[in-house]
Nanobody, 119 residues
Framework: AQLVESGGGLVQAGGSLRLSCAASGFTFSSAVMTWYRQPPGKARELVAAISPDGSSTNYADFLKGRFTISRDNVKDTVTLQMNGLKPEDTAEYYC?????????????WGQGTQVTVSS
């Protein structure tokens, strides 16, 4: 299984970026997909999650509506649209797939994509 993130880069404060995560090697439509981020010197934190069918989403409180998560179960991709970026959004952004299974769940991580927001 593989998750490949793309779309990171350098952007000025107030700008936008669109991150994508392409999945392969597992049943994407069965996975809860989550974006995490890890700011420099800090712990990894949840940004946004989306249910397998895309009907439910969950966001970190600190986002205040600036980011939107979506998925395409035909193309096996999950996207994070980031608007109104702030310097504190600077972080490595990771895509995670979580598959419910028995007796254990399965979790896959991407390699990350760097987002840097300049002031």
């Amino acid at each position: 299984a593989q998750l490949v993130e793309s779309g990171g880069g350098l952007v000025q404060a107030g700008g936008s970026l669109r991150l994508s995560c392409a999945a392969s090697g597992f049943t994407f439509s069965s996975a809860v997909m989550t974006w995490y981020r890890q700011p420099p010197g800090k712990a990894r934190e949840l940004v946004a999650a989306i249910s397998p069918d895309g009907s439910s989403t969950n966001y970190a409180d600190f986002l205040k509506g600036r980011f939107t998560i979506s998925r395409d179960n035909v193309k096996d991709t999950v996207t994070l649209q980031m608007n109104g970026l702030k310097p504190e959004d600077t972080a490595e952004y990771y895509c995670q797939a979580h598959l419910i299974g028995f007796p254990v769940n399965t979790i896959y991580w991407g390699q990350g994509t760097q987002v840097t927001v300049s002031s």
